[in-house]
């Protein structure tokens, strides 16, 4: 019965599960210094509600090649390095977490609930964590 069990489960479980933080964890981890959180939304997003403390920023709308060579940047060309995406409400991030994979990095992360919630979480904004104004 337990082996039953067992393969149900795995056979059950999603083969290509994209990996997702949501943002308490991604909050601990950026406290701890284990993650690179890239906000991909746009200025004026970033103007209406802040940053998060240390997030580093590139608009998503300027299209893959400057997203890619941005987030280059970003990581100091360490494609191995943990990222975390964070946008309004986690479309874009599952957009840019792809593109990312595709071009070998190995530990992109997605805030599925994003700033202002979604189906993923109440998101980073009505939880209570911490933002900082941008200076953009």
């Not at 950026?30 to 998060?52: A, N, Q, S, Y």
């Not at 990581?75 to 977490?97: E, K, M």
């Amino acid at each position: 019965m337990r082996a039953a069990l067992v393969v149900l489960l795995l056979v059950a479980a999603p083969l290509h599960a994209e990996p997702e933080l949501d943002a308490p964890q991604v909050y601990q981890a950026l406290k701890e210094g284990r993650v690179t959180v890239i906000d991909i939304r746009t200025v004026r997003e970033w103007r209406e509600t802040g940053v998060v403390p240390g997030a580093r920023r590139v608009d998503f709308y300027e299209g893959p090649e400057v997203l890619l060579k941005s987030v280059l940047e970003m990581v100091d060309g360490d494609r191995t390095r943990p990222i975390a995406l964070v946008c309004r409400t986690g479309n874009r991030t599952a957009q840019a977490q792809k593109l990312l994979q595709a071009h070998g990095f190995t530990q992109v992360y997605n805030v599925r609930e994003g700033m202002a919630g979604s189906a993923g979480g109440p998101g980073w904004l009505r939880r209570g964590l911490p933002v900082e104004p941008c200076r953009c």
